[in-house]
């Protein structure tokens, strides 16, 4: 397998950070899709009746798990290089610099969003919510859904990293290092 290059003065933890983020919408995702198709999760008919699954819902449930699968790996480009030079498939601006303002501004705007959805999520699960249906399935549910808790954190860790390279402003005294400045 061939071996994905990395850019200067991206530390193994922002990495890993960003692989972890595009992740975190794997297993739900596989939950919605085994929903769509017809595979028992555990649920009460009424909230497949809710969801419309079989149906159109489940033409829904694969959008919304695809478009998931997207907005994750595109925390990947904060650490990669076409994060930060537009790919060359991309016919008008192929080959030019990534604007740090919309990099980040996008960046930052699905950090907000995705610790908002976990702020929330936690709070519905501290309170005892459920959905109808037996234990196994409302325990499936929160698996399938617990690791999205860590894509706004894990975003946000990259987001600033990713600006603060950006800009050179990596150090603790704001400064970049003298290796960046050097090079």
């Known amino acids: 397998m061939p071996k994905t290059p990395h850019l200067p003065l991206v ?5 890993i950070a960003a692989a972890t983020a595009a992740l975190t ?4 995702g596989l939950w919605r899709i ?3 198709v017809g595979i028992p999760v555990g649920l009460a008919p009424s909230e497949y009746d809710t969801m419309g699954a079989p149906g159109w819902g489940s033409l829904c449930l694969i959008v919304l798990t695809v478009l998931a699968e997207l907005l994750s790996y595109l ?6 290089p076409w994060g930060e030079v537009w790919p060359s498939w991309l016919p008008w601006p192929a080959g030019r610099p990534v604007p740090v303002r919309v990099a980040v501004g996008m960046a930052g705007f699905g950090a907000l969003a995705t610790n908002t959805y976990a702020v929330l999520a936690v ?21 399938a859904y617990a690791p999205l808790v860590l894509w706004g954190p894990l975003l946000t860790a990259v987001t600033v990293h990713y600006y603060r390279r950006r800009t050179g402003r990596l150090g ?6 003298a290796a960046a400045v050097r090079s």
Request: glycine share 14%; charged share 15%; hydrophobic share 45%.
């Open 11 to 15: 530390p193994r933890w922002a990495r």
């Open 25 to 28: 919408t794997v297993p739900s």
């Open 34 to 36: 085994a929903i769509a």
């Open 75 to 80: 925390t990947l480009g904060l650490v990669r």
């Open 123 to 143: 709070g519905t699960w501290l309170s005892g919510a459920r959905m109808d249906g037996p234990d196994w399935g409302n325990w499936l549910f929160q698996a």
């Open 172 to 177: 603790l005294s704001g400064r970049a290092p």
